[in-house]
């Protein structure tokens, strides 16, 4: 099972889910400027406002790990419409995912166990799995080329699988999507001395000024693979700007909703569907059972506590922000 392998890489931390177990919680709202119903009949496409409930996060499921600029970031949203419709999507800051089936998703958390005594994975073991699985190679070789961002607010955020919409008149799209920062890029420096860099500074400009991204739907055609996260879209797909992701809240994990919200990429308005990726069941149920076992634990204290935000607040930040 795939939290029993999580558990075996990283161990439990009581209450917490097994993987990005460090995270904040945010909150804030989506406007839709309407682009998105010629795509998708949802209402969360029309124009106007929508409240939005989301968490940042760090890879692992080691709760108090140190903030580094090389850790995948991960970032849940859940859209939530009076109708009582709701979106939830799951994205990372990696443009691809490193494996085509769940089957070698499991197979490679073990391939990519760090040795206690090195913190590294065994060498050995890495180049068994990357022998049978070139696939893997090629997407880790796209993500080191991509630049990192020096912390959450100027990271863009990609949702990995195909996905499918579809529009009043009743045509079915394949469709992507991510988040592209407002923020200005500025590039990853070293490691920092502060264990919760990262947060500290997300932190200090949520609470300075709302962040916001662009929410943009990558339009697939008939030829463009649909089952294989591994695989990226040519570039000349078209790209439809649907609206603006703004975040004005930002709570520790003691204080949010979103903590004990499960971010399942398979929780779909009418309008949306998922694909024959067969990643997207195979999240959809790990996090189903992650959230059992951590919902009936004595939760531990999280990493970033209230005090971190309360003393994070603007006239107080030690660290400057874009």
Known sequence: MFIDRFEQIDGV??????????????????????????????????????????????????LNQADLPTTRRGLGLQFSPPNGEEWRTAMINFPLFPVRTPEIFFERLLAFKPDPATSAPDAARVKAFETRHPETIEVLKKIAAEPRSSGFGNTTFHGLNTFLFTNAAGKTTPVRWLLKPEQPFEPAGGARAEKNYLFDELIAQVQQQPIRWRLIVIVGTASDPTSDPTQAWPDDREQVDVGTLTLDRVEAEEMSAATD???????????????????????????????????????QPSAVTPADVKQNLPNKSTHPVP
């Open 13 to 62: 931390h009581a209450g917490f889910r097994r993987n990005y177990a460090k995270g904040i919680g945010v909150a804030g709202f989506f406007e839709s400027n309407g682009n998105g119903l010629r795509l998708c009949q949802t209402t969360i496409f029309e124009p106007g406002r929508v409240p939005v409930l989301g968490r940042f996060s760090l890879d692992g499921g080691r």
């Open 261 to 299: 919200t499960i971010f399942d990429p398979l929780i779909l308005p009418p309008g949306m569907s998922p694909s024959d990726d067969a990643i997207l069941g195979i999240r959809s149920s790990v996090y189903s059972e992650s959230f059992t076992r951590r919902i009936q634990e004595k939760k």
